[in-house]
């Protein structure tokens, strides 16, 4: 092993890891501007932290809506355009024959099209996803389609099976936004329908489905249908209500997630005059929220405009104004999902989300239900031009992090901009490799880690803040003339189990913090 040491000034010891070293077109539009400030929680100044970056990994799509994979299936990724074909990529390569192509069942128009799609909590082994399009009439449809048994890159027109049909008046608000929460049930999110205010009142009809999120049993149809209704709905049995029903009170709710973690249900309801929501419903939550529209507009009044009744409205976790200044405008929140992969270790946790306008990623810390933190990471750029246009964000097998750009046709992996630490499975007596890149050229790199999680440690004589608990160190070396280096180690059987958090570190710079379980 390697005898403790003062390292730079703070405790920073060597561990037991053997370690050597060598060189190595908008979907949405707002109506008015509202104003600039915010006092309960606006979007933080124009200064992107810029320690994030959007990496292209697929390109030339056509008019992409969302990027998921399958649970149990690391080796693709699934992309729906709203065209209504299932694009797919194994193992970083895009494919040209399309997973599943439903051009010829529904209508790609205004908001309307392929909107959302969602895979079975048990997809490895049943090859079930289910999709929320526009049929050719302007009408919501939500169905199944499967795998093809003999081919995992295809899946099978003919085996759709309609769970619900739901009758749209326009061709905007139609939501879109589908997901599975731990013990198996699909929540849908739906849309008021249009036109702009609400008029006929679907968002707060207990009797319509517009304007609500609803939660099916899928694997247990009862009834007739094709879906059975949970006996923990809330209003199951309540002949004043559809039992489908789980919140209500919804603008147009584009873009929905559950953190399968926690349970906690985030949503991003695109408003309409001059604010923009993210509602939050925790995971312990038993139903019915009604988040208020067409009442009020995040936390003001709309209908009517002053004096509004707020009794029983549960308020948005977040809101932020319409801009209309210089560069950035924000029009339209794109909600997103719970940071839960291994490669950013510092952000597990947050809700990352962005507005279609802006195309700013954006990401809000909670504790206990309540706002902790909120920072501007980057901007997604323009392509020969054109803006992104955020529509929605997605994550891999792993967790990792992804942005779809709706206008340039690119999907975004979202990595560390600068130094940036990757690393293979570390496996007990194997060898594995560390691998940075970005550093100064030709200056020493740190390999530190930690078993005790994260924390804060600032070395004043290296101008740098490590964001480990307890850092020891691995193993030192220096970059190349292209600012690469990489590292070997192979843990010790002592360290069967554990979770280990592995940052490399050099004069006035970090890498990102990477998160592995001992195997």
Same mark, same amino acid.
């Given at each position: 092993?390697?005898?403790?040491?003062?390292?730079?000034?703070?405790?920073?010891?060597?561990?037991?890891?053997?370690?050597?070293?060598?060189?190595?077109?908008?979907?949405?539009?707002?109506?008015?501007?509202?104003?600039?400030?915010?006092?309960?929680?606006?979007?933080?100044?124009?200064?992107?932290?810029?320690?994030?970056?959007?990496?292209?990994?697929?390109?030339? *799509?056509?008019?992409?809506?969302?990027?998921?994979?399958?649970?149990?299936?690391?080796?693709?990724?699934?992309?729906?355009?709203?065209?209504?074909?299932?694009?797919?990529?194994?193992?970083?390569? *895009?494919?040209?024959?399309?997973?599943?192509?439903?051009?010829?069942?529904?209508?790609?128009?205004?908001?309307?099209?392929?909107?959302?799609?969602?895979?079975?909590?048990?997809?490895?082994?049943?090859?079930?996803? $289910?999709?929320?399009?526009?049929?050719?009439?302007?009408?919501?449809?939500?169905?199944?389609?499967?795998?093809?048994?003999?081919?995992?890159?295809?899946?099978?027109?003919?085996?759709?099976?309609?769970?619900?049909?739901?009758?749209?008046?326009?061709?905007?608000?139609?939501?879109?936004?589908?997901?599975?929460?731990?013990?198996?049930?699909?929540?849908?999110?739906?849309? /008021?329908?249009?036109?702009?205010? /609400?008029?006929?009142?679907?968002?707060?009809?207990?009797?319509?489905? *517009?304007? %609500?999120?609803?939660?099916?049993?899928?694997?247990?149809?009862?009834?007739?249908?094709?879906?059975?209704?949970?006996?923990?709905?809330?209003?199951?049995?309540?002949?004043?209500?559809?039992?489908?029903?789980?919140?209500?009170?919804?603008?147009?709710?584009?873009?929905?997630?559950?953190?399968?973690?926690?349970?906690?249900?985030?949503?991003?309801?695109?408003?309409?005059?001059?604010?923009?929501?993210?509602?939050?419903?925790?995971?312990?939550?038993?139903?019915?929220?009604? $988040?208020?529209?067409?009442?009020?507009?995040?936390?003001?009044?709309?209908?009517?405009?002053?004096?509004?009744?707020?009794?029983?409205?549960?308020?948005?976790?977040?809101?932020?104004?319409?801009? $209309?200044?210089?560069?950035?405008?924000?029009?339209?929140?794109?909600?997103?999902?719970?940071?839960?992969?291994?490669?950013?270790?510092?952000?597990?946790?947050?809700?990352?989300?962005?507005?279609?306008?802006?195309?700013?990623?954006?990401?809000?810390?909670?504790?206990?239900?309540?706002?902790?933190?909120?920072?501007?990471?980057?901007?997604?750029?323009?392509?020969?031009?054109?803006?992104?246009?955020?529509?929605?964000?997605?994550?891999?097998?792993?967790?990792?992090? $992804?942005?779809?750009?709706?206008?340039?046709?690119?999907?975004?992996?979202?990595?560390?901009?600068?130094?940036?630490?990757?690393?293979?499975? *570390?496996?007990?007596?194997?060898?594995?490799?560390?691998?940075?890149?970005?550093?100064?050229?030709?200056?020493?790199?740190?390999?530190?880690?930690?078993?005790?999680?994260?924390?804060?440690?600032?070395?004043?004589?290296?101008?740098?803040?490590?964001?480990?608990?307890?850092?020891?160190?691995?193993?030192?070396?220096?970059?190349?003339?292209?600012?690469?280096?990489?590292?070997?180690?192979?843990?010790?059987?002592?360290?069967?189990?554990?979770?280990?958090?592995?940052?490399?570190?050099?004069?006035?710079? %970090?890498?990102?913090?990477?998160?592995?379980?001992?195997?």
């Amino acid at each position: 092993g390697f005898n403790s040491m003062v390292f730079l000034g703070s405790p920073f010891c060597r561990g037991p890891l053997v370690a050597e070293s060598r060189m190595s077109q908008p979907l949405f539009s707002a109506l008015l501007v509202g104003g600039l400030l915010l006092t309960a929680a606006p979007l933080p100044a124009q200064n992107p932290d810029q320690q994030l970056v959007g990496t292209p990994v697929a390109t030339g *799509l056509f008019f992409p809506l969302a990027v998921v994979h399958g649970p149990g299936d690391p080796d693709h990724l699934f992309i729906a355009q709203q065209d209504g074909r299932i694009r797919v990529m194994e193992n970083g390569v *895009l494919l040209p024959t399309p997973f599943l192509d439903l051009r010829a069942r529904e209508g790609a128009f205004g908001s309307s099209g392929l909107l959302g799609i969602a895979f079975h909590p048990d997809y490895a082994n049943n090859g079930y996803l $289910y999709v929320n399009y526009t049929d050719l009439a302007g009408d919501s449809v939500i169905a199944r389609y499967e795998r093809n048994p003999n081919n995992p890159n295809l899946g099978v027109f003919a085996s759709e099976l309609v769970l619900l049909m739901i009758a749209q008046p326009a061709a905007i608000h139609n939501g879109g936004g589908m997901a599975f929460d731990p013990d198996g049930y699909l929540y849908i999110a739906m849309g /008021d329908g249009g036109i702009q205010g /609400d008029p006929t009142g679907n968002a707060q009809n207990p009797l319509a489905m *517009l304007g %609500k999120i609803l939660r099916l049993d899928v694997d247990h149809p009862a009834g007739g249908l094709n879906y059975g209704i949970p006996a923990s709905n809330p209003y199951v049995g309540d002949p004043n209500h559809l039992p489908e029903i789980w919140a209500s009170g919804l603008r147009n709710p584009y873009r929905m997630s559950i953190d399968l973690t926690t349970g906690d249900l985030w949503l991003g309801d695109v408003n309409e005059r001059g604010f923009e929501e993210v509602d939050l419903q925790p995971g312990t939550s038993l139903g019915g929220e009604n $988040y208020g529209w067409n009442i009020v507009e995040g936390t003001e009044c709309y209908n009517p405009p002053t004096g509004c009744v707020t009794t029983g409205i549960t308020m948005p976790f977040y809101e932020y104004p319409h801009l $209309y200044v210089g560069a950035v405008t924000r029009c339209a929140v794109i909600g997103g999902l719970v940071y839960r992969g291994r490669e950013m270790a510092t952000l597990q946790g947050r809700y990352f989300f962005s507005d279609q306008c802006s195309n700013e990623v954006v990401s809000l810390a909670q504790q206990n239900g309540s706002l902790s933190a909120s920072k501007i990471h980057f901007q997604l750029p323009e392509t020969g031009g054109q803006p992104c246009s955020t529509v929605s964000f997605g994550e891999d097998y792993a967790g990792e992090l $992804y942005a779809v750009c709706h206008q340039t046709g690119t999907i975004y992996k979202i990595i560390p901009k600068d130094m940036r630490l990757q690393a293979t499975e *570390l496996i007990v007596g194997n060898l594995s490799t560390l691998q940075v890149s970005g550093c100064t050229p030709n200056g020493v790199v740190n390999m530190a880690y930690s078993t005790a999680g994260l924390g804060s440690l600032f070395i004043p004589s290296w101008s740098v803040t490590v964001d480990l608990a307890s850092p020891k160190l691995l193993a030192s070396s220096v970059a190349n003339g292209s600012g690469a280096v990489s590292f070997s180690a192979t843990p010790p059987v002592s360290f069967l189990g554990r979770r280990l958090l592995l940052q490399a570190v050099q004069f006035g710079g %970090k890498s990102n913090v990477i998160a592995r379980e001992v195997q």
